[in-house]
């Protein structure tokens, strides 16, 4: 079977030749420029709406090209492929040439789904699209259901986050060609895996960004993002931004067979449309892919709760966020830590994350102290808790460490134990981190690979970041936090896949194991459909709680936690409840506890 995307912009292998088009509204002429033994330059045609085209038999697949804008060479900010990074040319590529073997693949439901969360330079030793694929297996093993990878689009240097990525097209060429990233997808859906992409639709990361040179227009000065220029939603040039951006989104699902999108920080996304980009993107993909399991996942700081709707027990458009509450409250509760962002959960971490399982979101309009009292957040309990995902750690909360230090190195076992019950237990949907489900030692730090002047700018914004932390006030104390530009602070976050056979950390993997098992076996047939306002809580003390939730099969799910160091009084279950899991007795110190009633019971509930 074969799949391609016909993209508003970029090189589409037709059959009458490769179709170049690139929009450039401010430019006098536009060049197409073949590289080779001896370079062609063809004239391309201005269009009404600012873009450049050209039909030519000269080109095919693995021509290599640039547009030559007002006498000034550039790759193809919509190329598919940057075999020599982002300063060098572009590839045409055919999406034809890869013959998938899938076309039976309809996607997993939402509800059934455990998400595992990667980096493909850092999670196999080789790094790339090709090495990732023998370590499915463990995946499956382990009970996932869905991977997402960390941004892959073409970012400067060797190694990357993939925030900085400038060809949003263009699958990164160190971690391999086009195809191999297509083999990748494949394998998952051989195994049954789902596996969705997180995109950033943002920003533009700082360095190898031709945009700006090519169309100014793209971006504005109205708003700025701790990233770099805002691109502009809004302008009268817009709807070639729109296109550009809504195309990305649909070229990832249709070319590459992905199952779902991650979007990052769409709060720093600036748009006064109706619709906004945001809600544009999920409309578009929804109606161009009615018949597919396509998930779509936000991160949002704004705590949007409107952008989660449901309609017949589907999403409207978004099918869940990330749920940060959730992860900030149980992070107070596990490791004691209250700088930063976790100040807004310092006063009463029990009860927000109590509120965050029950109704989705702590802040809900509440003033945030982290923001200056401002207000954050829409009411969030009419939503059903499948339009959460819920985590312990991710690449955020682990890399953004000063060291970039798992949890299970700041936690005693016993609540790092209660708080990964909570997570894989709960009614929202499960997301983990590479690593962590055999306690990794190895840190996950932030690194990058800039040109010397940037990464001299990024050595130094990185001590800066923690200045205002406990313990890195001087200089000295910054010096020890590893050069995110090093060579050597990539290596030490690659997993280290010899750690699951040593005997404590088999013993974390296989209770992970057991939790996942316990949760397709006894959770997930009860989602299905499950309405809104189906999670009520009780604070029982400063660091005591429980949840409870009605399920979507009417059985209901209860949640004790008691992350205090006194014994407290279990809960009563009479009445029918049954013991699912309890990560110590219940209502042992720092511990989670899971009863599950299915029955009809004579009470007024």
């Known amino acids: 079977m074969k799949r391609r995307h016909e993209a508003s912009f970029g090189a589409e292998v037709t059959g009458s030749g490769v ?89 997993r439901p939402w509800e059934e789904v455990v998400l595992y969360e990667l980096h493909l330079g850092a999670f196999s030793q080789s790094g790339d699209f090709a090495d990732a694929v023998p370590h499915l297996e463990h995946l499956c093993r382990l009970g996932v259901t869905a991977i997402e990878l960390m941004p892959i689009a073409e970012f400067p240097g060797a190694r990357n986050w993939g925030y900085d990525g400038t060809f949003l097209y263009a699958p990164c060429s160190c971690y391999g060609r086009p195809e191999d990233l297509k083999a990748l997808v494949a394998a998952c859906h051989c195994l049954g895996l789902a596996i969705m992409l997180d995109v950033v639709y943002n920003h533009f990361g700082p360095e190898g960004n031709y945009l700006p040179a090519i169309a100014p227009d793209f971006f504005t000065a109205r708003y700025s993002t701790p990233w ?92 869940a966020q990330w749920n940060d509450d959730l992860h900030h409250a149980l992070h107070v509760l596990i490791t004691g830590e209250t700088a930063g962002y976790y100040q807004d959960y310092a006063a009463s971490p029990a009860e927000s994350l109590a509120r965050a399982l029950a109704e989705g979101f702590a802040y809900q309009g509440e003033p945030s102290p982290f923001r200056g009292g401002r207000p954050r957040g829409e009411a969030s309990a ?58 990794g030692h190895r840190p996950f730090a932030f690194f990058c690979d800039f040109a010397p002047d940037l ?39 690659k997993l280290d896949w010899q750690e699951p056979m040593l005997p404590e950390h088999a013993l974390w993997l296989a209770r992970y194991r057991a939790l996942i098992k316990l949760r397709m076996r006894e959770i997930v047939p009860h989602l299905d459909c499950m309405a809104g306002f189906s999670g009520t809580y009780r604070l029982l003390g400063p660091r005591e709680v429980s949840v409870e939730w009605r399920l979507g099969s009417g059985a209901r799910l209860l949640l004790a936690v008691n992350f205090s160091e006194r014994s407290v009084a279990p809960p009563d279950t009479a009445g029918g409840w049954r013991l699912l899991y309890a990560s110590d007795a219940p209502g042992a110190p720092e511990s989670a506890s899971f009863f599950l009633r299915e029955r009809a019971v004579e009470c007024n509930d």
């Open 19 to 107: 179709r170049f088009r690139v929009w450039a509204p401010r430019a006098a002429a536009v060049r197409l420029r073949l590289e080779g033994d001896e370079p062609t330059e063809l004239l391309m045609v201005k269009e009404a709406n600012g873009a450049f085209v050209l039909t030519t038999h000269a080109a095919r697949p693995g021509t290599r090209y640039r547009y030559v804008v007002d006498g000034k060479a550039y790759p193809d900010p919509a190329s598919r492929r940057q075999p020599d990074g982002v300063h060098g040319a572009s590839e045409v590529v055919d999406p034809y040439a890869y013959d998938w073997g899938d076309q039976d693949w309809r996607g």
């Open 228 to 319: 770099g220029a805002a691109i502009d939603f809004a302008g009268p040039q817009s709807r070639a931004v729109r296109d550009f951006i809504i195309d990305n989104a649909l070229y990832w699902l249709e070319e590459y067979h992905f199952d779902g999108l991650r979007l990052d920080a769409v709060h720093a996304i600036y748009d006064d449309s109706t619709p906004d980009i945001i809600d544009e993107i999920a409309e578009t993909v929804r109606h161009r892919f009615p018949e597919r399991e396509i998930h779509l996942v936000l991160e949002n700081d704004r705590n949007e709760a409107h952008r989660l709707q449901r309609g017949n027990c589907r999403p409207k458009r978004f099918t």
């Open 382 to 439: 009419a939503l059903p808790p499948t339009a959460f995902v819920a985590f312990l750690q991710n690449h955020d909360h682990v890399g953004n460490h000063p060291f970039g230090t798992r949890l299970a190195a700041r936690s005693s076992e016993a609540r790092l134990h209660a708080g990964l019950a909570i997570i894989l237990l709960s009614p929202q949907i499960p997301l983990l981190f590479m690593g962590e489900e055999w306690a």
């Open 455 to 493: 990464a001299q700018s990024v050595r130094d914004g990185r001590r800066r970041e923690f200045a205002h932390f406990a313990g890195f006030t001087d200089e000295i104390s910054r010096d020890r936090i590893p050069d995110p530009t090093a060579i050597a602070t990539f290596v030490m976050s």
